[in-house]
């Protein structure tokens, strides 16, 4: 069975840093691009970061960009992602989430890990 | 910056019809975003229902299908069910490596 499991959330103050770890199982994870998709308290979904299967292309959305790091680690069949700065509008639950390679950019869900920044 | 919209909220007897939309605040989606949407149940993990543009996720009853629909991506509900009442995303592909979620539609099954 496919699981994503994240892990490494908690409480932050503003302008500091948290790192979040996904490990994945049951599914080949060196194969396909992996991605963070956030949901603040209340909100909707956010797109946050993707990252290739090499880990050599990286993206962000634009918002982030200088702050969120995304890296992976296929030989342990993990996922990071590096939270730099943080502030207050950071709060949210973060998905880890695998993409398939027929345009399914949403695969399968962790279940998600509360990162809460806040003085 | 392109916004993808979506309606804040729908409402859907038992066992009716609705149809659920995604558009662009600037020009119009086509099948060249491989528009992807997702349900959330209030509590609960996103998950997958339609991605590039019309073909269902494993395990999704037919009930849910994918369209283009003049301007817009659509997702229809066919004979709606109370387990239906969720939020629904839509997701569109920007560029390599970026996509951008719609606000959600909260629906209800009333």
């Known amino acids: 069975e496919e699981q994503l499991v994240e892990s490494g959330g908690g409480l932050v103050q503003p302008g500091g840093s948290l790192r979040l770890s996904c490990a994945g199982s049951?599914?080949?994870?060196?194969?396909?691009?992996m991605r963070w998709v956030r949901q603040a308290p209340g909100g909707g979904l956010d797109y946050v970061a993707n990252?290739?299967?090499?880990?050599?292309?990286?993206h962000y959305v634009d918002s982030l960009k200088g702050r969120f790091t995304i890296s992976r680690d296929n030989a342990k069949n993990s996922l990071y992602l590096q939270m730099n700065n943080l502030r207050v509008e950071d709060t949210a639950v973060y998905y880890c989430?695998?993409?398939?390679?027929?345009?399914?950019?949403?695969?399968?869900w962790g279940q998600g890990a509360q990162v809460t920044v806040s003085s | 910056q392109t916004v993808v919209t979506q309606e804040p909220s729908l409402s859907v007897s038992p066992g009716g019809t609705v149809t659920l939309t995604c558009g662009l605040s600037s020009g119009s989606v086509s099948t060249n975003y491989h528009p992807t949407w997702c349900q959330q149940t209030p509590g609960q993990t996103p998950h997958t229902l339609i991605y590039n543009t019309n073909t269902r996720s494993s395990g999704v009853p037919d009930r849910f299908s994918g369209s283009i629909v003049g301007n817009r991506a659509a997702l229809t509900i066919t004979g709606a069910q109370a387990e239906d009442e969720s939020d629904y995303y839509c997701v569109l592909y920007m560029r390599p490596g970026i996509w951008v979620f719609g606000g959600g539609t909260r629906l209800t099954v009333l």
């Open positions: 049951g599914f080949a994870f060196s194969n396909f691009n």
């Open positions: 990252i290739s299967p090499d880990g050599r292309d990286k």
């Open positions: 989430v695998r993409a398939s390679s027929d345009w399914n950019p949403l695969h399968s």
